[in-house]
């Protein structure tokens, strides 16, 4: 079995920073791509970035400039660092990592249970 948790979410005002962790556990063999998703109310889930296991990565235009994706390949984590947060920010934010598990010869799609931004004075 694998596991993705999240953690970091927070209420926090407009302008502000806040850093999101998502660390898999369980077993693996090998991680490929690690992402962040989020998914506001009433709307559809959405990229936010996507790091690969080189250290390239990719990100949605709403954020450029304002989030950084990062990871640490031997503790198996992947963080977003969020800048400059705005009320539109405001969303569950889901990890989620393609993970070759041991016991299996294919990579296979993990998601976290999410964890709650909210970008409000």
């Not at 791509?33 to 709403?62: C, F």
């Not at 450029?64 to 994706?69: C, E, S, Y």
Request: aromatic share 8%.
């Amino acid at each position: 079995q694998v596991q993705l948790v999240e953690s970091g979410g927070d209420l926090v005002q407009p302008g502000g920073s806040l850093r999101l962790s998502c660390a898999a556990s369980g077993s693996i063999v090998s991680i490929r791509t690690m992402a962040w998703h989020r998914q506001a109310p009433g709307k559809q889930r959405e990229l936010v970035a996507t790091i690969t296991s080189g250290g390239s990565t990719n990100y949605a235009d709403s954020v450029k400039g304002r989030f950084t994706i990062s990871r640490d390949n031997a503790k198996n984590t992947v963080i977003l660092q969020m800048n400059s947060l705005k009320p539109e920010d405001t969303a569950v934010y889901y990890c989620n990592a393609d993970i070759w598990r041991s016991g299996t010869y294919v990579y296979s799609e993990h998601w976290g249970q999410g964890t709650q931004v909210t970008v409000s004075s």
